[in-house]
């Protein structure tokens, strides 16, 4: 146990928590009996997870954003669209959460008040994710009403993909076509709105205000869910 690293003792403790996770949740009772099984004394896995088993639901949504990453890469993209590249990103990230029982949990669980705030630091950092992978450089209000975006289309799609029973869960698919399509709607109604030179005027102070919003300096700020790739 003595060579074993932090990162390596909270996997262990993971794989052996997704055993439970479908009867007790991600809860004490899941944790303590992820410490019996991982052979993980139980002091030391409350040191190494202070939040106990929130802590391991964190790690396993961002286990599911690096298998993401590995599919993402493995595809290929290069002929797509950006509007298909987003949909297939979303896609392969639900096809990394094989554990549906265990999403569903984690949904229950930072659905609470008090880890709200967690559920949506995470649901921020996939889309974030998404975005570093289709290479956005974006560096003004952008980058946020992107993620944002991005963020509420990917949280429906979960909700409706839990309760999706369909065959290759091809009703999922296309709800998520509908929403990349609601989100094009949008982006139409702003090219229209700034090809209108009444409304372009009427909006120049709102837009004034919007281009001195940044995103945030990793080097300065580590504090803020997501990353801004360096140009």
């Not at 052996?16 to 949740?25: E, N, S, W, Y």
């Not at 790690?59 to 993209?77: E, K, N, P, S």
């Not at 987003?86 to 094989?98: D, G, H, P």
Request: aromatic letters at 8%; proline letters at 4%.
């Amino acid at each position: 146990m003595i060579d074993d690293t932090p990162q390596t003792v909270r996997t262990k403790l993971l794989n052996a928590a997704l055993v439970h996770v479908a009867f007790d949740g991600w809860t004490d009772a899941t944790f303590t009996a992820a410490a019996r099984d991982a052979d993980v004394d139980l002091s030391v896995a409350r040191a190494m997870c202070p939040a106990g088993a929130v802590d391991l639901a964190k790690d396993f949504h961002r286990a599911g954003d690096a298998q993401m990453i590995q599919l993402w890469v493995a595809a290929d993209t290069d002929a797509l669209k950006i509007r298909e590249k987003v949909t297939l990103a979303v896609k392969l990230r639900l096809q990394a959460a094989s554990d549906k029982e265990a999403v569903r949990r984690g949904t229950t669980l930072f659905a609470l008040p008090h880890h709200a705030g967690d559920g949506a630091k995470l649901i921020w950092g996939t889309a974030d994710a998404i975005w570093t992978l289709l290479g956005d450089t974006s560096d003004d209000v952008n980058w946020y009403t992107k993620r944002a975006t991005l963020a509420g289309v990917y949280g429906s799609t979960v909700l409706f993909w839990l309760g999706d029973d369909s065959l290759d869960h091809q009703a999922t698919w296309d709800f998520l076509d509908r929403r990349i399509a609601n989100v094009m709607q949008i982006e139409q109604i702003k090219a229209q709105v700034r090809a209108t030179p009444a409304l372009n005027r009427l909006l120049a102070g709102p837009r004034w205000f919007a281009d001195r919003i940044k995103a945030p300096n990793p080097d300065t700020r580590t504090d803020l869910p997501g990353t801004w790739p360096s140009r």
